[in-house]
């Protein structure tokens, strides 16, 4: 075999594989367009369909339910919310036991709670200063009426006195 003949075939079967290659990258940028446009179609589908049912929103707006505005209207597919301070103050308090137990609550079991970083900003603007804070009873008036949640503390701090 010549030089030149083996050329050619080495030639040859390059070229059927860049060939073949090519072909196979064809074939595979259809797929993805074909799947990009059955996304969107998904996309469209679950965009018309009603998050929650009409009698769904019945049973949340009534006044027995345990859930606040803001966490209602979260169900409801809005995408951002201005939580009160009640909402905050009892996301702190489930979330002060466990943060995992918080982020499982709000991310498996689907409850509308504020994020882990609206609770630090809350808790990093919150000062307690010596004194009558107005913001806890802020809170205090802001909290359920039943006997259970009307339970407060008080705490004290010692301090030394420098006799000079």
């Given at each position: 075999m010549?030089?030149k ?11 059927k594989?860049?060939?073949?290659y090519k072909?196979a ?5 259809r797929?993805?367009k ?6 969107n179609?998904l996309?469209d ?12 929103k019945k ?30 103050v009892?996301?702190l308090?489930?979330r002060s036991f ?6 499982t ?16 900003v809350y808790?990093k603007?919150?000062?307690?200063a010596?004194?009558i804070s ?11 009426t ?13 301090m ?5």
């Amino acid at each position: 075999m010549t030089f030149k003949v083996a050329t050619q075939l080495l030639f040859t079967g390059y070229y059927k594989s860049i060939k073949e290659y090519k072909l196979a990258n064809i074939r595979q940028k259809r797929k993805i367009k074909e799947l990009k446009i059955q996304v969107n179609m998904l996309k469209d589908e679950l965009k018309k369909r009603p998050k929650l049912g009409v009698g769904t929103k019945k049973i949340l707006s009534t006044e027995k339910t345990s859930l606040s505005k803001a966490q209602i209207a979260k169900l409801e597919g809005k995408k951002r919310v201005s939580w009160t301070n009640k909402d905050i103050v009892r996301a702190l308090s489930m979330r002060s036991f466990s943060l995992k137990a918080y982020e499982t609550a709000r991310k498996k079991l689907g409850l509308p709670l504020p994020c882990p970083r609206t609770l630090r900003v809350y808790a990093k603007n919150f000062t307690c200063a010596p004194g009558i804070s107005k913001k806890i009873l802020q809170i205090l008036g802001e909290r359920d009426t039943d006997s259970f949640s009307k339970v407060c503390g008080i705490s004290f701090d010692e301090m030394s006195i420098d006799s000079r």
